[in-house]
C-alpha cells in the first residue's frame, strides 16, 4: 500500500534570498500595510475584506504570546482550496504594491503543534 504525504503551502513577503522563518506571512504583511496607511481607499477596503474573511474563516490556533513558539509557521493544507485561493487574491494585492511574495511547498513542515481543517502550525529546526 502506497500513503500519499499532504502537501503544505506557505505564502510568504520576500525574495528568495530570506530564511523562510524570517519572512512574514502575507495576511500579516497585508495587514501592516493597511495600518501603515500605504493602500489606496480602493485597495485598503480590499484588503479590510480580505482580512475580514481569513478572521472569521480561518481558526485561530490557540496559543499565547508565551506559548507559541517563535520558530513555529503556519502551512496550509493543499486541501484547504478556499483558503489557498483568498491567499492568492492577498498576494495580487500585495505584488500590486511592489511586495513580493513566495509561496513555498512542503511535505515535512515540522513539529506540528496545531492542527485544524485548513492549516498545521509548525515547528521546523530547517528553517
Known amino acids: 500500500m502506497i500513503t500519499l504525504k499532504t502537501t503544505y503551502l506557505r505564502f510568504?513577503?520576500?525574495?528568495?534570498?530570506g530564511a523562510p522563518r524570517e519572512q512574514l506571512g502575507i495576511i500579516a504583511s497585508l495587514a501592516y500595510l493597511k495600518d501603515a496607511?500605504?493602500?489606496?481607499?480602493?485597495?485598503r477596503a480590499r484588503a479590510e475584506e480580505l482580512l475580514l474573511w481569513f478572521e472569521s474563516q480561518l481558526p485561530c490556533p490557540?496559543?499565547?504570546?508565551?506559548?507559541?513558539?517563535?520558530?513555529?509557521?503556519?502551512?496550509?493544507?493543499?486541501?484547504?482550496?478556499?483558503?489557498?485561493a483568498k491567499a492568492r487574491e492577498v498576494a495580487v494585492l500585495l505584488e500590486e504594491y511592489d511586495h513580493p511574495v513566495r509561496m513555498l511547498r512542503t511535505q515535512q513542515p515540522g513539529m506540528i503543534l496545531y492542527e485544524d481543517d485548513f492549516q498545521v502550525i509548525a515547528k521546523s529546526r530547517h528553517f
Open 12 to 17: 510568504v513577503f520576500g525574495t528568495n534570498r
Open 37 to 43: 496607511d500605504q493602500l489606496s481607499e480602493g485597495d
Open 62 to 84: 490557540p496559543f499565547s504570546g508565551r506559548k507559541y513558539p517563535q520558530e513555529a509557521v503556519s502551512w496550509f493544507k493543499a486541501s484547504a482550496v478556499t483558503m489557498i
